[in-house]
């Protein structure tokens, strides 16, 4: 099995664990997918005729007793919701502006000059949080490069390390080597893996992204790599 270990992200750089576990064919021949139906099992319900009609349900005492929780946690998934990187709303004005919006007063501006400046709002926020991003992954390339046994392919852009040396043939370009991988942040924060689709897939070296492809270009089966990558 062959595990390869990148980094590369929108968020600063990446970590990925990558285990190619057969070796690639030698020749690649095209498989047709087919998109199959899903059935879903629904549970029966009940006859009208033979629902339980001799009590009638209050519905008032129910939503008297959870409308406040109901409210609160309402407000708790907007709250959550408005802390986006790089933009920092002010609370108390949301707050008014909910119970002015409730109460059926105007807003302070129109749907259009709202548009704009949150347009520009968001775009700002982008470029910034691209901006810590990317300076955090020159960052960890630059202090990761200096580590014993790391192999620097492309100055800034890939690294590698051999973890466990392979044995056989290794991948080469254009094929489809099998592998298992697990993807991190420079946090270590993982945000996916072959275990999340059932085990080792398959990956098309020339239908992925070109630096996670070079990546393990030259891998031999068994081997296990470290690669590293910015966003």
Do not use: W
Not at 27 to 47: H, R
Not at 48 to 64: R, V
Not at 70 to 88: I, T, W
């Amino acid at each position: 099995m062959t595990k390869v270990l990148l980094t590369l992200s929108s968020f600063a750089a990446l970590l990925f664990s990558v285990a190619c576990s057969q070796q690639p064919p030698k020749k690649e021949t095209p498989q047709d997918t087919e998109n199959k139906p899903i059935a879903l099992e629904m549970p029966a319900s009940k006859d009208s005729a033979q629902e339980d009609t001799s009590k009638p349900q209050d519905t008032s005492k129910l939503q008297q007793a959870d409308i406040s929780r109901l409210s609160q946690a309402f407000g708790n998934f907007l709250g959550r919701n408005l802390k986006a990187p790089g933009v920092n709303f002010d609370l108390e004005n949301i707050i008014n502006g909910i119970r002015e919006g409730y109460a059926g007063k105007p807003s302070p501006m129109s749907d259009k000059e709202y548009d704009e400046l949150m347009g520009k709002l968001q775009e700002q926020a982008f470029k910034q949080v691209s901006e810590d991003n990317l300076k955090a992954a020159d960052e960890f390339l630059a202090k990761n490069a200096k580590e014993p046994n790391v192999v620097v392919v492309i100055p800034g852009k890939l690294q590698y390390e051999i973890l466990t040396p392979g044995q056989g043939d290794a991948v080469e370009e254009h094929s489809t080597p099998q592998i298992k991988y697990t993807g991190k942040f420079i946090d270590g924060t993982v945000f996916g893996s072959s275990e999340e689709a059932g085990g080792a897939i398959s990956v098309p070296l020339d239908q992925t992204i070109p630096g996670f492809s070079k990546g393990i270009v030259g891998m031999k089966e068994g081997e296990k790599t470290q690669t590293v990558r910015p966003p």
